[in-house]
């Protein structure tokens, strides 16, 4: 399994740009989210989805959209780039929501706005 | 105040030191708690969950204080390998998406 991909690795946008992540995992997980983190501090939640069709807001959703067609895959879409979403972008599945899920992350995006 | 709050650090001790992080959470409603482990640019891992009895993992013990709100890492006979940022996560309620993130304890072991 290669468990939680995302791509591109790495990518420099310019101020009013746009850009989809990608992010795709092969362990049959029912919930995707999309975090950001900033430098030193924590993850912030961008969007979730509890199954394909099914999307939800997180803690910071404002400047992002997400669609989930496939179980497989989250992409997350930046529309109209701003230096403020400089960041590095994380995916990460679980199998379920409980309260006791592990959350499985990809390696993550970082993101360059300028 | 935040919803999860850490000693970013970094706290820099020897190996084989013992080192412990405290997780302070505001929620009293807070259900369940882990630790995760963030190496250097690469993505967190989890490390272990954190249960009312307390549990060890090897050199890594995790305990928590729900009167207090307080959970805890303890990292007995510090290794190089254990250098990383370790992030308190804490759920509060039962929907997906409720995972709360603190900003990190980051943890250098010198030789």
């Known amino acids: 399994n290669a468990g939680v991909t995302q791509t591109p690795k790495f990518r420099i946008l310019k101020i009013g740009q746009s850009m989809t992540l990608q992010c795709a995992q092969d362990m049959n997980h029912n919930y995707m989210y999309w975090y950001r983190q900033d430098p030193g501090m924590g993850l912030k939640l961008i969007y979730y989805?509890?199954?394909?069709?099914?999307?939800d807001k997180g803690e910071v959703p404002n400047g992002y959209n997400v669609s989930r067609s496939t179980t497989e895959d989250f992409p997350l879409r930046l529309e109209l780039a701003a230096p403020s979403q400089t960041s590095v972008y994380f995916c990460a599945s679980s199998y379920g929501g409980g309260l006791e899920e592990t959350q499985y992350f990809g390696p993550g995006t970082r993101l360059l706005v300028l | 105040r935040k919803e999860v709050e850490q000693d970013p650090g970094p706290f820099n001790v020897p190996e084989g030191a013992t080192v412990a992080f405290n997780c302070t959470y505001s929620n009293s409603a807070s259900q369940s708690f882990f630790w995760y482990r963030q190496d250097c640019r690469k993505e967190p891992k989890l490390l272990m969950s954190v249960y009312s009895s307390g549990n060890e993992d090897g050199r890594f013990t995790a305990q928590l204080n729900r009167a207090s709100q307080y959970i805890s890492l303890l990292i007995r006979d510090s290794k190089l390998s254990d250098s990383a940022t370790y992030l308190c996560?804490?759920?509060?309620?039962?929907?997906?998406?409720?995972?709360?993130f603190g900003d990190g304890t980051t943890l250098t072991v010198k030789p």
């Open positions: 989805s509890v199954g394909a069709g099914i999307t």
């Open positions: 996560v804490v759920n509060f309620n039962t929907n997906a998406g409720k995972s709360t």
